[in-house]
């Protein structure tokens, strides 16, 4: 067998980082379009995080939906997950698409952003069909228990009751939170059930880690929201009472950056080892792998 010492540079790196030439050229590629929306579409303005957001969570469909194209397979990859995110977006587009209060204030607001997510779903939908009936004989089943139904209920349900009023219309503030209650608990599946197989396709793996990059975009973005909303609040009520709604949107990203932070941590360590070369899967297992949840 060859040694690292003689391997091409080409190779020691797909060795190191585990990027396949797809790989790479996909997160290049997101990586381009990110700075080119930055520095030329939005000005540097600092509301573009959120449509870096959107970006980023392209960009993680599009990893899985190369792992399906390549594997011919679905495995490691968590159907419940899907369909909680392609409820959250339908629920996000039904307020962007039609007013805009939870919008950039850039230029990217003015389509870019939803037609970004509208990708997105396409994307998701695509994947819940190659899961569920193209090769629905490769999914895992088994591992992929959560009860969606009463999940999303309880969404609707709290996104009724706490909910900002950016949008002034509270049909289309409640759609909003909705989605994004919905973001908060849809990759909890996925990490369970990658949790009880021991291991995760390194594609998923990257999957995970770009989710984990969007909602810290979103989190940076919504941090100075959340602010804006309690003083909001303040002006209106003028009593000082607590803001729930902008209390919620701060908790809500806080829980899906502890959800995913543990998993960032042990990626970024396994990638940085090699043990995620040539797309072999990460071992979930291995003390230098460990992911507890």
Known sequence: MMSFEDMPRSEKQQQIFGLDPKMAAAYGGCLLLMGVVFH???????????????????LSFVLIGMQVTNSHSVGGVSGKTMILQAMALCF?????????????LDTTGDMFYQLVDICSLLMVLHLLRCIYKTHVTTYDKEYDT?????????????AVLVHPTLNDWATFDIAWTTSL????????QQLLMSSKMGKVPSYTAHYVFATLASRMFSAAFWYHGAENIAR??????????????????????LLQFLLLADFGYYYLRASCSGSMANSAPLDLNAPSNSFNI
Not at 92 to 104: A, I, M
Not at 146 to 158: E, H, P, Q, R, S
Not at 181 to 188: A, N, P, R
Not at 234 to 249: K, M, Q, T, V
Request: negative net charge.
């Open 92 to 104: 996000r587009l039904s307020s962007t698409l039609f007013v805009d209060g939870y919008l950039p």
């Open 232 to 253: 909001f609040h303040a002006e209106d009520h003028g009593d000082g009472s607590f803001c729930f709604s902008a209390a919620a949107i701060v908790v809500a990203h």
């Open 40 to 58: 030329q579409l939005a000005e540097k303005e600092f509301s573009s995080v959120l449509t870096l957001s959107v970006l980023a969570q392209c």
């Open 146 to 158: 959560m009860d969606v139904k009463n999940i999303a209920i309880a969404c609707v349900a709290l």
């Open 181 to 188: 209650y919905l973001d908060t608990v849809s990759m909890l």
